[in-house]
T-cell receptor
């Protein structure tokens, strides 16, 4: 397994269901991210974890609950979602930022989970 | 907060023709700039990045981009496109004070026709 993997690739759920999205990175990185990609809208950063600690929550509703048990795994727990939450959810990883341009590290993306909320 | 504008939501072009995908960003502070490509049913892949130094940046698959600070632009170009370049392209910005917070444009779909 290489790079960043996400499971499931597709998920259909009702508004009362509880489900989880999983992301795993095999790159030795220590920062992980969740993004939401909706049609015709810019990619939205949801959460950032550096060294397993959440450092960014971009005003995401509480029906989305992230979990980062270790630097290789990231989960997004979903409950009582709304139809407008239907989107492609992308996970990414990178090295945690250092100082100076030479220490910058790009983000590597997984293939995404296509979520449909009925 | 930053904002990134990709002026064209779709760009149709014939194979072997040149293409330019436009990107403008809002901030006047020092930034890092990126172009990512997304093929159908896949995640985003980095094409190229500008961190510092030469304003002309070369990336993978024959793409290049030029950073223009005065115009706050980072347009992507390729002199001769192939059918395989059909994909969606995203411009992204992060400011140097918060490296891992990226701001993305809404994307440009490049459709290369035979």
């Amino acid at each position: 397994e290489t790079g960043v993997t996400q499971t499931p690739r597709h998920l259909v759920m009702g508004m009362t269901n509880k489900k989880s999205l999983k992301c795993e990175q095999h790159l030795g990185h220590n920062a992980m991210y969740w993004y939401k990609q909706s049609a015709k809208k810019p990619l939205e950063l949801m959460f950032v974890y550096n060294f397993k600690e959440q450092t960014e929550n971009n005003s995401v509703p509480s029906r989305f609950s992230p979990e980062c048990p270790n630097s290789s795994h990231l989960f997004l727990h979903l409950h009582t979602l709304q139809p407008e939450d239907s989107a492609l959810y992308l996970c990414a990883s990178s090295q945690a930022p250092g100082r100076g341009a030479s220490s910058y590290n790009e983000q590597f993306f997984g293939p995404g989970t296509r979520l449909t909320v009925l | 907060a930053q904002s990134v504008t990709q002026l064209d939501s779709q760009v149709p072009v014939f194979e072997e023709a040149p293409v330019e995908l436009r990107c403008n960003y809002s901030s006047s502070v020092s930034v890092y700039l990126f172009w990512y490509v997304q093929y159908p049913n896949q995640g985003l892949q980095l094409l190229l990045k500008y961190l510092s130094g030469s304003t002309l940046v070369k990336g993978i698959n024959g793409f290049e981009a030029e950073f223009n600070k005065s115009q706050t632009s980072f347009h992507l170009r390729k002199p001769s496109v192939h059918i395989s370049d059909t994909a969606e392209y995203f411009c992204a910005v992060s400011d140097r004070a918060n490296f891992n917070k990226f701001y993305f444009g809404s994307g440009t779909k490049l459709n290369v026709k035979p």
